[in-house]
């Protein structure tokens, strides 16, 4: 059984930076993608970032373009995502996901993982 188990959340102050790590376990992959999402209190999930197994695509969407960077150990089955630049409205749950079919469609990634909170705050 497939597991992703994020950390790295916290409490930090507008303006800092945090990585968040999440790491895959339960299985042998290849050809994968992992993709970062989050979800603050009363929003709709929001997709963030994904990639590419060897690095070899990654995607960015909306406000995280340019402050926030994922990238991906395939020796460790780990993906990060280094965010930099933090605001209040980056406050949220984040998720780790992985997918075998398209990363840019939510609905093909099959696993989660639980999310950890990031706070971001004076």
């Known amino acids: 059984q497939v597991q992703l188990v994020e950390s790295g959340g916290g409490l930090v102050q507008p303006g800092g930076s945090l990585q968040l790590s999440c790491a895959a376990s339960?299985?042998?992959?290849?050809?994968?993608?992992m993709g970062w999402f989050r979800q603050a209190p009363g929003k709709e999930r929001e997709r963030l970032a994904a990639i590419t197994s060897n690095s070899a695509v990654t995607y960015y969407w909306g406000s995280v373009k340019g402050r926030f960077a994922i990238s991906i150990d395939d020796a460790k089955n780990t993906v990060y995502l280094h965010m930099d630049r933090l605001k209040p409205e980056d406050t949220a749950v984040y998720y780790c996901?992985?997918?075998?079919?398209?990363?840019?469609?939510?609905?093909?990634?099959?696993?989660w993982g639980r999310g950890t909170q990031v706070t971001v705050s004076s």
């Open positions: 996901a992985m997918t075998w079919g398209d990363p840019e469609k939510v609905d093909e990634y099959e696993y």
């Open positions: 339960g299985g042998t992959f290849s050809s994968y993608a």
